[in-house]
């Protein structure tokens, strides 16, 4: 069975930082880039960032680069994303996915290539 779990999201004051982890099982987990999502209220879910276990190569969405970051432990199949200077639009539901590695390439932000989903788990931000 697969599964993606996500762990870490709580409330936080504007400024401060949150770890999520996504545990991954049921799949070969070198064969998918792991991807963050997020969806705020109202809003369609976009990818935050993303990184290929195969070969460390990781992408960003610009409004989180230099705040964030992923990263993968092989040996656990678990991926980390550090998120630091959190702002109140960082307020969302994070979802863990899996994607499809493609050798060569960076690793995709994009919903319709989404194979596996996670449940989420709830950030917000206040002010």
């Known amino acids: 069975e697969v599964q993606l779990v996500e762990s870490g999201g709580g409330s936080v004051q504007a400024g401060g930082s949150l770890r999520l982890s996504c545990a991954a099982s049921g799949f070969r987990f070198d064969d998918y880039s792991i991807v963050w999502f997020r969806q705020a209220p109202g809003k369609e879910r976009e990818g935050v960032s993303c990184v290929n276990s195969r070969d460390g190569k990781t992408n960003y969405v610009e409004s989180v680069m230099g705040r964030f970051a992923i990263s993968s432990n092989n040996a656990e199949n678990t991926v980390y994303l550090q998120m630091s200077a959190l702002k109140p639009e960082d307020t969302a539901v994070y979802y863990c996915?899996?994607?499809?590695?493609?050798?060569?390439?960076?690793?995709?932000?994009?919903?319709?290539?989404?194979?596996?989903w996670g449940q989420g788990t709830e950030v917000t931000v206040s002010s």
């Open positions: 996915a899996a994607i499809p590695y493609y050798a060569g390439d960076t690793c995709y932000l994009r919903v319709k290539m989404v194979h596996y």
